[in-house]
């Protein structure tokens, strides 16, 4: 699920290496003098200007892109994935917060395993970002007319919600925050892992107590059983 934007096509072109090294001055000087540059995208992934900068980190880039050059926010790349997945992905807070503002869909799926922006910063453990993706759901005129309880406990292509990704990775602060804001602590999946696992179980596969007394404090329940059979998390310590 991971992703390099620092890849053979960013080191080749200019463009993409001014964005990637947070040139801001190179990147204007290369756009006044060929503006078409503006909707290059790198050869493999098709990342565009936006996708780099968010990737990155590169706000003062981003800010650019997204004020003097009206790029849309939430332009997707070879994998459907948007600036916003890529900022969640790599923990750029500011970005993700940037891209918020803006008005980037938080409901948007890639076509790799059909996850959110909310997935990804489950999935790699950046708090800073969930939360930010978490409050603009509130707020959010899309994420209004789904439901915010039904946003939290979104489900990727697998099944999985982003408590189920946070619960087999070790993200311990990131359970703590989905159950604060409504994740249901004993939704089965479908494909993800054994079908029928509860983030209980996946939290006790990825060995991680730290999330499974979390689980278990919002009222995981212990004895459900997955479709390979285990029930409660001391399976899973049986050496």
Same mark, same amino acid.
């Given at each position: ?8 096509? +960013? ?12 040139? $801001? ?9 060929? =503006?078409?540059?503006? #909707? ?8 565009? !200007? $936006? ?5 990155? +980190? #590169? ?5 650019? $892109? ?24 790599? +923990? ?10 803006? +008005? ?27 939360? !930010?993706?978490?409050?603009?759901? #509130? ?22 919600? =982003? ?12 359970? #703590? ?5 409504? !994740? ?32 278990? !404090? ?22």
């Amino acid at each position: 699920m991971g992703q390099r934007l620092s890849c053979r096509a +960013g080191h080749e072109n200019g463009f993409f290496r001014a964005i990637e090294l947070g040139e $801001l001055e190179t990147l204007i000087s290369l756009l006044e003098t060929n =503006p078409s540059l503006i #909707h290059q995208t790198s050869p493999h992934t098709r990342d565009s !200007a $936006l996708h780099f900068a968010a990737a990155h +980190g #590169h706000i003062e880039i981003l800010s650019l $892109l997204l004020e003097r050059y009206a790029i849309n926010p939430d332009e997707a790349n070879g994998k459907k994935q948007t600036p916003l997945m890529l900022a969640a992905m790599h +923990g750029k807070i500011s970005c993700v917060q940037k891209l918020v503002e803006v +008005g980037a869909n938080i409901l948007l799926f890639d076509s790799v395993g059909r996850r959110t922006c909310l997935h990804y910063a489950a999935y790699y453990g950046h708090s800073d970002c969930l939360k !930010a993706i978490l409050s603009a759901a #509130h707020s959010s005129p899309i994420a209004v007319s789904w439901g915010y309880a039904r946003f939290v406990n979104i489900r990727d292509g697998k099944g999985a919600t =982003p408590l189920h990704l946070a619960a087999r990775r070790r993200r311990a602060e990131c359970v #703590h925050i989905l159950l604060q804001n409504g !994740a249901l602590a004993c939704a089965s999946t479908c494909r993800y892992g054994f079908p029928g696992s509860t983030a209980l179980h996946l939290a006790a596969r990825g060995g991680s107590l730290d999330c499974i007394r979390e689980l278990l !404090a919002w009222g995981a329940d212990r004895l459900h059983t997955d479709s390979a059979g285990y029930g409660h998390a001391s399976h899973f310590f049986i050496s």
